[in-house]
């Protein structure tokens, strides 16, 4: 199932990104200094969400994603490119959880999280445990990166219509579909 | 000064009213809209509907520890002394909109037998007023709050005009229930909602978020805040972080001349008026009250009766769900779409009323199942398929009689941060309102059984918890030995004083209360403006 510009707009919106939804689509920016998050502070939000940390959710994503789901990439980006914007306070989590995910797999398989296979990367988050802590921003190195960056995902997805649409909900909570399917039957 | 909003005392005002929820907000729109100078001190903040979608995120994200409504514990400190334990700050919002901003919204009107359950059963008391009396300010509130709702219901009270706006059609999952009801003889009907199903007084139509209980980041769910606007736009005042510590009064006892309450920078005000409304809820309102003792009202203000803060009461909820070999469609709205009054009016004195609801949201939604999750990718996804989209549930409103040892307090061993000494809340069950819980998961298991859903929980008498309607604590009545306010809402000690809101309820039903709240507010304001 293809993750749409939509879906990504949806979740922004489910994230307290509402303002964002019908705007010039946000994009988050390269170290270089390309587009910015929808504008706003885009050379703040350049210096620690760039290129590398996007790069880096995109891998994440395609661990703890489905693997139903394609167009993972843009969606991610667009999703997290509007967020960066929303907040400084997540886009630095963000930026930390990061680099924690990269000094772990780096100090396990001599590289950093993004440029390991899909079979390290789901393991390295397995050896961290981010599958059993709770989330937390000001936890340990394992709840931060559940926070900022397995949930921020998850949360992205499944309160996205098409992500949702997965288990059969197509107007998630957190999601302003309107009022008519609840009134419809299962397909 | 403070924040660049002035708190200080307006110099002339007719009337102050303590609270902006929907009781305190109704009261200033109708009398700002007569022409009077209404200044309205509220204890909590002035919220930013642009931050409502960040509230719901609060909500719908494990790990993200504020509370939706900046709820503080320190401001908002209580105890809880009685055989069960009351989870005060559960449902209860401090600021402007109060509780309406969390609210589900359902809106019905009280049975006409509610008015008069001890003449009719020989429980509890009668009201000094009956449904007729009431009526017209039922209609009235309806309008206010824009009731979207359907004339469908063989159990209500007679009604003399459709509802403002189309009710909500029914759900799949209603559908589901259809003909498991018809089998076992229930009848079910349409559910007012303070929901707009069309745009209304400047806000949308729903579409839908699904977080109506605790947020509505578009605004389509009523919340006070309309008529705090409604309010302002008529030159009223309502000032935020303004909470009022006590109530003075003249040399003789007659009249209350001033609210004291104080501001973000430590400092304390006067607010005189000619008439005061405390709208504060069904805790709050005591506590006032019992705070504002003085020589000559030593054990609080118009307490003369010695009940204020007696017969808390609340709803009590009952539940039971399971789930379904086929899909149920739950969780795309987060409100109800049917009901059955059927079981509401009492045969005699064995059991209270019972106020049978459908869920539309059992179970969890896929991102609830995700973010406590442990396990990724495609079994996480095959995790979540098992996991939503077969749940189905039923719940109830089970009325709990007023009782004199439930009570709200003062606690003198915990103070809030204005020194204040806490409200306690002092609260347990009796054994009719136990029975009527049984009963109520009777029906509930009759139904479900008769869909064939496996059932997976209950909730009855003895996991059963408050439905957080705070009512009772300075109830009505006509003699004052027995009351606090007379039935024009005017305490029966103190000429200017009116009580608004659910405190003066002398028998809860096991109705949503907010409309029966918004009804006696529109009377009560009726009744200030005579006077004024």
């Known amino acids: 199932m293809e993750l749409s510009r939509r879906d990504a707009l949806a979740a922004l919106s489910a994230a307290g990104v509402g303002s964002i939804a019908g705007c010039a689509a946000p994009t988050a920016t390269g170290p270089d200094g390309g587009e910015s998050a929808g504008g706003g502070r885009a050379s703040e939000t350049a210096s620690v969400v760039g290129d590398h940390e996007l790069e880096t959710l995109v891998a994440v994503a395609e661990v703890v994603y489905p693997s139903a789901v394609s167009g993972v990439d843009d969606f991610v980006r667009t999703y997290t490119g509007g967020r960066v914007d929303g907040a400084g306070d997540y886009a630095a989590g963000v930026a930390d959880a990061v680099a924690v995910l990269d000094d772990y797999a780096t100090e396990l398989y001599g590289g950093e999280y993004a440029t390991r296979s899909r079979e390290d990367r789901a393991d390295a988050l397995d050896y961290m445990s981010v599958d059993a802590v709770d989330p937390d921003p000001d936890g340990t190195d394992a709840q931060r990166v559940r926070h900022y960056v397995v949930n921020e995902l998850l949360y992205a997805l499944y309160t996205s219509p098409t992500g949702a649409s997965l288990a059969g909900l197509e107007n998630p909570p957190g999601h302003p579909g309107g009022t008519e399917s609840y009134r419809t039957g299962p397909e | 000064m403070s924040g660049g909003i002035d708190r200080t005392p307006s110099p002339r005002a007719d009337v102050c009213i303590v609270g902006a929820g929907p009781a305190g907000a109704l009261v200033a729109a109708a009398l700002s809209s007569a022409g009077y100078d209404v200044v309205v001190l509220d204890a909590g903040p002035r919220f930013d509907p642009e931050d409502r979608n960040d509230r719901m995120e609060r909500y719908l994200r494990p790990g993200i520890d504020a509370p939706v409504w900046d709820t503080d514990p320190e401001r908002d400190a209580y105890t809880s002394s009685g055989d069960r334990y009351y989870p005060l700050n559960a449902a209860r919002v401090k600021g402007i909109g109060g509780s309406t901003l969390h609210w589900q919204g359902m809106v019905m009107r009280l049975h006409e037998q509610d008015f008069a359950l001890a003449s009719a059963t020989g429980m509890a008391d009668d009201w000094p007023l009956d449904y007729d009396d009431l009526r017209p300010y039922y209609a009235a509130a309806e309008e206010e709050l824009s009731v979207s709702g359907a004339s469908d219901n063989p159990f209500a009270p007679p009604r003399e005009q459709p509802h403002p706006l189309p009710a909500f059609p ?134 003369s009766s010695g009940l204020v803060g007696r017969y808390f009461m609340d709803h009590l909820f009952a539940g039971m769900g399971g789930t379904l070999d086929e899909p149920t469609r739950q969780k795309h709205v987060g409100f109800n779409t049917t009901e ?193």
Not at chain 2, 236 to 260: F, I, K, M, S, Y
Not at chain 2, 292 to 300: L, Q
Not at chain 2, 432 to 458: F, H, K, M, P, Y
């Open chain 2, 340 to 532: 059955s009054h059927q079981f509401y009016n009492r045969p005699d004195d064995s059991r209270t009323a019972i106020k049978l609801e459908f869920l539309n949201y059992a179970g969890p939604a896929p991102a609830d199942i995700a973010l406590t999750a442990d396990s990724f990718g495609d079994e996480l996804l095959a995790e979540i398929r098992d996991g939503y989209g077969r749940h189905i549930a039923m719940g109830a409103l089970v009325e709990q009689l007023p009782r004199k040892e439930n009570r709200i307090r003062l606690d003198p061993s915990r103070t809030d941060d204005h020194e204040n000494p806490v409200p306690d809340v002092v609260w347990s069950l009796d054994d009719t309102t136990r029975r009527t819980i049984e009963r109520a998961n009777e029906i509930q298991r009759a139904v479900l059984a008769e869909l064939g859903v496996d059932i997976g929980w209950t909730v009855g008498p003895e996991n059963t918890g408050p439905a957080y309607h705070h009512m009772g604590t300075t109830r009505m009545g006509t003699d004052p030995a027995e009351s606090v306010v007379d039935p024009q809402l005017r305490t029966h000690d103190l000429a200017n004083l009116t009580l608004a809101g659910s405190s003066v309820f002398v028998t809860g039903g096991a109705m949503n209360p907010t409309l029966t709240i918004a009804a006696l507010s529109l009377k009560a304001a009726d009744h200030v403006e005579e006077r004024l």
């Open chain 2, 170 to 303: 029914p759900s799949y999952s209603d559908s589901l229930f259809a003909e498991a009801c018809e089998a076992v003889g229930l009848t079910t009907h349409s559910v007012p909602n303070a929901r707009n199903s069309e745009p209304a007084d400047g806000a949308s139509a729903c579409v839908g978020y699904g977080t109506c209980k605790p947020v509505c980041p578009s605004g389509a769910k009523y919340d006070a805040t309309r008529h705090v606007d409604a309010a302002e736009a008529n030159g009223a005042r309502v000032v935020d972080r303004a909470p009022v510590q006590r109530l003075e009064h003249d040399a003789d006892g007659d009249r209350v001349t001033a609210a004291v309450y104080a501001t973000p920078d430590d400092t304390e005000h006067r607010q005189a008026a000619r008439e005061f409304v405390v709208a504060a809820g069904g805790v709050e309102t005591p506590r006032l009250l019992l705070l504002s003792e003085s020589e000559a009202y030593p054990n609080g203000l118009a307490n």
